[in-house]
């Protein structure tokens, strides 16, 4: 009776050590799962991240990174072992110049990338953490906004100098992308239509038909930067709700938001 119960107890014994042994290894992610995403950042060292600004990262397959650092465009690399390390090398970033608040982000998202050694990833959420462990980044899968049918209005613009302006106070820039490849807005003071074709996250704006309404020269010159902006425009980024118009060299004519 009493050998009977021993081995009971030791039986009962070896399954739970074998039940935590089991919870302990768990399911460890892999960098691998990583390979051709697209994130947008969500929090920067604890901090949300500012409204309208898209913040992305793009892994690819080839060990080759990009994305966006809310104003300007970069490349690099990344590596990773397979388990839950992983490395970014920022390199070559375009030159814009942003608000002073979008600029200090940019950089600490810089920082953070250069900062990261380990990652951990569920439920289309990516952290980023530094050698000692600290989340320096989260990033929400990107879910991008549509082109089409959505109103967006301008949050800044390229002055032309390569410079982000934000409008006019009491002036409202908005555009409309239709289905039938028509373009549609408000500039400031008169209203516009023209077309636009695209093809990948390439973009062409033909030159624009404008009413002649007649506002103070400082609403009429906005309006005149801003029509020429979306002529030069070679390529369309589109965040969560964000949109960017960038001429062929990458820099940002046109920064729109949904206002739907």
Request: hydrophobic content about 40%; charged content about 25%; some cysteine.
């Amino acid at each position: 009776m009493h050998g009977s119960r021993l081995r009971l107890g030791l039986l009962l014994a070896a399954v739970l050590v074998g039940s935590v042994a089991l919870a302990g290894c768990g399911e460890s992610v892999s960098a691998g799962q990583l390979i051709d995403t697209e994130w947008e950042l969500l929090e920067l060292n604890g901090r949300d991240a500012l409204d309208d600004v898209s913040m992305r990262l793009e892994l690819h397959g080839d060990d080759e990174l990009s994305g966006t650092g809310g104003c300007n465009q970069f490349a690099g690399s990344w590596s990773r072992d397979g388990r839950d390390e992983i490395a970014f090398d920022v390199g070559p970033v375009t030159l814009m110049a942003c608000d002073d608040s979008v600029m200090g982000q940019e950089a600490a998202f810089m920082e953070a990338l250069a900062a990261a050694r380990t990652f951990d990833l569920a439920d289309d959420r990516l952290w980023l953490f530094n050698a000692d462990g600290r989340e320096v980044a989260e990033f929400a899968r990107l879910s991008p906004a549509s082109l089409t049918r959505t109103e967006w209005q301008v949050v800044a613009f390229n002055d032309g100098s390569n410079q982000l302006t934000g409008v006019l106070e009491g002036t409202t820039l908005t555009a409309l992308f239709d289905t039938d490849d028509r373009l549609s807005g408000h500039a400031g003071c008169n209203t516009y239509t023209t077309s636009f074709s695209r093809d990948g996250d390439s973009i062409s704006i033909g030159p624009p038909g404008v009413t002649r309404m007649a506002c103070d020269q400082p609403i009429m010159d906005q309006e005149a930067r801003f029509l020429e902006a979306l002529e030069q425009a070679a390529s369309f980024e589109l965040g969560h709700e964000t949109l960017y118009l960038r001429a062929a060299d990458g820099a940002i004519l046109v920064w729109f938001r949904d206002i739907d």
